[in-house]
């Protein structure tokens, strides 16, 4: 009874091309993802020099001021008419 059981190790066929490309597309998928998650909950201090920069006076010049939107007078909307040919 011990002849008939077989313990040789099963054949696994080698991997095919595309296959070691989706193994691997998978793995950098995953590393970029964990990176992305890691810059979200440790974020970067800025320099100390970036931060002076950015509180520096600016110009009037470049300095644009939003322009309010004029209130529009009728609240109907346009019948539209058709073109006679």
């Known amino acids: ?4 059981l077989d313990f040789s190790p099963p054949e696994i ?3 095919t091309f595309m296959e070691n490309v989706l193994r691997y597309g998978l793995f950098f998928g ?4 964990l990176i ?14 970036a931060d002076s920069d950015s ?3 600016k110009n009037p010049e470049t ?3 939003p322009k309010a939107i004029a209130p529009q007078i009728s609240k109907k909307p346009k019948k ?3 073109k006679k040919r």
């Open 80 to 82: 539209e008419t058709k």
């Open 63 to 65: 300095v644009k001021k």
């Open 13 to 15: 066929p080698e991997p």
């Open 55 to 57: 509180f520096e006076p």
């Open 36 to 49: 992305c998650v890691l810059a979200i909950i440790l974020p970067v201090s800025k320099s100390h020099k």
């Open 1 to 4: 009874m011990a002849a008939e």
């Open 30 to 33: 995953a590393i970029f993802q």
